[in-house]
């Protein structure tokens, strides 16, 4: 206060000279520094194997299923987007919903923790920050360039994936995805690299907060088992939601209570999102009326892309506003840090 | 009518005095022909604790500028403001004509910084870590190549550039980061702590390397230290900082004659004075007009040391010759002792009376 107080009336107007330079924002160099270390880092390639693992198993074995049942399958208008979102028959892997796109789900977040819990905090320990702070470039192209960076490459990784999984499905089972599947894939390419976005930002936020980079890693990771993973977060919540859905009347009722108490974590909202746009037959998202569709047994109906995301609209805003609420905080945060460690 | 608005009027007088004090606080002046660092009453608080308390600084053009503290005096936190990297709670400051608060870009455009303990990206090569600096200051393809290049042969750091950062050693970190600093090639240098860490013979080859920087570029350099030795022989003047205060401001030798002793010193050596003879010497020492005090040695073979008026010190050393050669004393060595600056700082720190605490703001 005092010192712009203080300040403002003291100086004679010095002629900003614009610089003859041209120079470029940033922000943007600094997202292509990080987008070429992190294409360069182990981790990458390590999270690839992992999500590529996380992908092919399951879809080996719905490959197999769609084989075995092509005969009676033909006519049916999506057949190559169930290697996405159907489990397999008959295999069996506990509590695990086995599905390409549950896979996914759940490794998913893993990228967006590992390319962001020492975005600031690895600055720092290494002592780069304030050299970096000290060029002439504002303190936030800081925080964006990096987060633009690792969602690049965050989205690089995922387009990759996608690809091989595709490709993967064409060979196994002779059929080229027609236009209105492409858009699909690439609608839930676009949700789930937002979903990661999220992850990313939360990342950040350790990495601005924690300044230990071990810390915020063991935080990150914590959290992400504790919510990605199905066994102990969403088991909580869907225990919490028996509870306060114990007083409903109706079946419908019980069962929209649970899953709005499920949409807490925002994994439940990436997976609604995530199951509509791979599966046309899913013509609502709410519990209650899939409960009670299945109740009137409808003839099944298919949705269009464009239907479908319909449907999604309120989960992509969602999304949205955690990842911007996420990274706000880490944006606040960060300017108004100390420079020095 | 006309009693009625007085409580309003004194509340509006009181309002325009309070408003005129806070201009008359404001109004600053700065010089008109200001050199490239200057400051007025620049202070920063955390709280309760003062880091730097209504600094005036003025750096000239070509000159290497010490600021000397011991740590928490306050360098960094006076460097970080310079920079726009701190907000300063009051007072002004001017680099390279620009306010740092106001426009941080244009200063930092043509100020290099060397922080406290530089860090490089590990996992990148000397010249790609210059190479993002040169991009981050908007140079790129053969401009930035050949300035980088022309900056690693001048840090004499060539050879290496072309090597993983996490081999170098301390050193070579060091002057690394005077290369970056060189890369935008800017009017005025920042160096936090350039010879902190670094073995004897490397800090010679820096500070070496920062005067031919103001010699053939006509730099400023602003340097932190609290190795006042080692910076002693290269600043052309030095601030002493400390508790947040510049308490000295000067050439060594002005500093010298506000801080050092009443009396100067001369230190005199004879051959063949066993313990017995040293106090007739001493006697004798004595009795040259000008010396006000003479001290034996401490070990039998050392010389004496003999105080005198400061104003004296060329007659006493004549007298000093004179008397050696009459009786017959063989002199071995005479010598003016000039008071290094950590004596000076020490007498500047207490005749303040500021005792700083370690542990402040650095």
Known sequence: MSAQAGTAPALPDVAVRPDERHIRPGWITIAGKELADHLLSVRLYVLLVILGIAAVIPLYFVGEDVRSAATSASGYPAIFIYLFAYPPQGVNFGPLSFTVSSFVAIAAPLLGVAFGFDAVNGERHQGTLPRLLSQPIHRDDVINGKFAGALLAITLALAVVLAVITGFGMLRLGIVPRLDEIIRLVAWLAVTVLYVALWLAFGMLLSVVIRRAATSALVGFGLWLFIAMPFIGPLLVSLLGTFVASGATTQAEYASTVQWVARLLPGQVYAEASAALLRPTLTSVSASEIYSTQAQQQIPTLFSFDQSFALIIPHVVILFALTVGCFALAYARFMRQEVRA | ?362
Do not use: W
């Open chain 2, 1 to 362: 009518m006309t009693a009625s608005p007085t409580p309003a009027r004194a509340a509006t007088e009181r309002r325009v005095a309070k408003k005129g004090r806070i201009r008359q606080r404001a109004r600053i002046e700065l010089p008109e022909d200001a050199g490239p660092i200057v400051t007025r009453r620049l202070s920063k608080r955390y709280g309760d604790l003062v880091a730097v308390d209504n600094l005036d600084l003025d750096v000239k053009a070509g000159e290497i500028f010490g600021l000397l503290g011991q740590n928490g005096a306050g360098k960094t936190t006076t460097i970080l403001m310079l920079l726009g990297l701190a907000e300063p709670s009051a007072g002004v400051a001017r680099v390279v004509g620009f306010d740092p608060t106001r426009a941080p870009l244009e200063v930092k455009r043509r100020v290099g910084y060397l922080p406290d303990n530089v860090g490089f990206y590990d996992g990148m090569t000397g010249r790609e870590n210059l190479r993002y600096t040169a991009r981050l200051n908007g140079m790129s393809g053969d401009d930035a190549e050949a300035k980088i290049a022309d900056v690693l042969d001048q840090v004499g750091m060539t050879g290496r550039a072309d090597t993983n950062v996490d081999t170098y050693s301390r050193g070579m970190l060091q002057r690394l980061g005077i290369a970056d600093a060189l890369v935008k090639d800017p009017s005025v240098l920042i160096l936090d702590e350039p010879t902190t860490a670094i073995d004897p013979i490397g800090v010679v080859e820096i500070l070496d390397m920062l005067r031919t920087l103001v010699r053939e570029r006509g730099l400023a350099i602003l340097l932190s230290s609290h190795l006042l030795a080692q910076v002693q022989s290269v600043c052309d003047r030095v601030g002493i900082f400390a508790a947040g205060k510049l308490i000295g401001i000067g050439t060594v030798p002005d500093l010298a004659e506000q801080f050092g002793e009443e009396s100067a010193r001369v230190e005199v050596g004879f051959e063949g004075i066993d313990a017995g003879g040293a106090e007739s010497t001493a006697q004798v020492l004595r009795s040259i007009k000008g010396v006000t005090e003479v001290r034996l040695p401490a070990r039998p073979g050392e010389p004496f040391t003999v105080l005198a008026e400061r104003d004296g010190t060329s007659a006493v050393r004549e007298a000093l010759l004179a008397t050696a050669a009459s009786r017959g004393l063989r002199l071995s060595s005479i010598r003016e002792v000039v008071p290094s600056l950590d004596d000076i700082y020490r007498r500047a720190v207490h005749a303040r009376g500021l005792a700083v605490e370690s542990g402040a703001a650095a």
